[in-house]
């Protein structure tokens, strides 16, 4: 798996967040069996990036926490059976299935873990996590797949150690 991890702000985390988003991502391929070998590049920048990010690409004029840009059509969320045969989805050179893009604002991180009252490296894994599953297909759109997506997180989180308490 290649997990390619770009940081383009200066803030010290305080812990290795190289890892935790490493763990979080392994950790979800293997929660949703996905069985390829992928590719997932994270980019972490601030509010004025992503807020650009967000205008161009969505159309939205704000900031938000990260923002998921999914390279694979799913047949149905976390479904990967049929892509074997999709080789536009399949790096030629690696042969990894190539799974998006996420941008993280470490502003938002921030002021998300002061607000929601816990640790940066949670709120960093909950962001991570949440971004997966829209890398899986997943959406909160509809009421039944917000709770759908929200069950996956906290399974997905607590099976990683990524509780509320983590420090």
């Keep these: ?3 390619t991890i770009e940081n383009e702000v200066e ?3 305080g812990f290795d967040y190289k890892e935790t988003i490493n763990k979080v991502v392994e950790g979800a391929m293997d929660y949703c069996h996905c069985s390829y070998e992928s590719e997932i590049n ?3 920048v ?3 990036i ?4 967000n205008l161009q690409q969505r159309g939205v004029d704000a900031p938000t926490d990260v923002l998921s840009f999914p390279m694979v059509d799913y047949k149905e969320p976390g479904q990967f059976d049929h892509l074997e045969d999709l080789i536009e989805y399949f790096d030629p050179e690696s042969g990894e299935l190539i799974l998006g893009d996420i941008v993280i604002s470490v502003d938002k991180l921030l002021e998300q873990s002061e607000e929601y009252n816990h640790s940066l490296k949670r709120e960093l894994a909950f962001l991570t996590v949440h971004s997966m599953l829209h890398l899986f297909g997943y959406d909160h759109m509809e009421e039944e797949e917000r709770l759908v997506m929200e069950k996956l997180q906290e399974a997905i989180l607590n099976k990683a150690g990524y509780t509320r308490e983590v420090s």
């Design 11 to 13: 803030f010290p985390f």
């Design 42 to 44: 994270v980019i972490l």
């Design 1 to 3: 798996m290649t997990i």
């Design 46 to 48: 601030d509010n004025k």
């Design 50 to 53: 992503i807020h650009e990010i």
